[in-house]
C-alpha cells in the first residue's frame, strides 16, 4: 500500500508540472510569438515599412511607417526587402 502511495504522488507531482510549464507557455511565450508574427507580416506586407500600412490582428491595430511597424506596444525596426536576390543561380 505504502508503494502505491508513492506512485501516486509523483503522478500528481508530474500532472502539475506538466500544466506549470502549459500555463507559462500559454501566458508567457506564446504572446510573443504572436506579437512577433503580427509584426514581421505587417513588415513585409509594407516593403519593410516604408509604405504607409494599417492592418488589424486579433482585435488590435498594426501599423507601419518610416521603416517600422507598431503592435500592441511593441516597435520594430523593418528590415528593407530586396527583390534583387529572388533570381540567384548556382554552378
Known amino acids: 500500500m505504502k508503494e502505491a502511495t508513492g506512485e501516486l504522488n509523483m503522478t500528481v507531482i508530474t500532472v502539475v508540472a506538466i500544466a506549470a510549464l502549459a500555463a507559462f507557455f500559454y501566458l508567457v511565450i506564446w504572446p510573443i510569438i504572436q506579437n512577433g508574427a503580427a509584426i514581421n507580416s505587417a513588415c513585409n506586407a509594407s516593403n519593410g ?18 521603416g517600422k511597424c507598431t503592435y500592441n506596444g511593441t516597435t520594430k525596426q523593418c528590415e528593407e526587402t ?7 543561380t548556382t554552378t
Open 49 to 66: 515599412g516604408n509604405s504607409s500600412y494599417t492592418t488589424t490582428v486579433n482585435g488590435k491595430k498594426v501599423t507601419c511607417g518610416n
Open 82 to 88: 530586396s527583390k534583387s536576390n529572388t533570381n540567384l
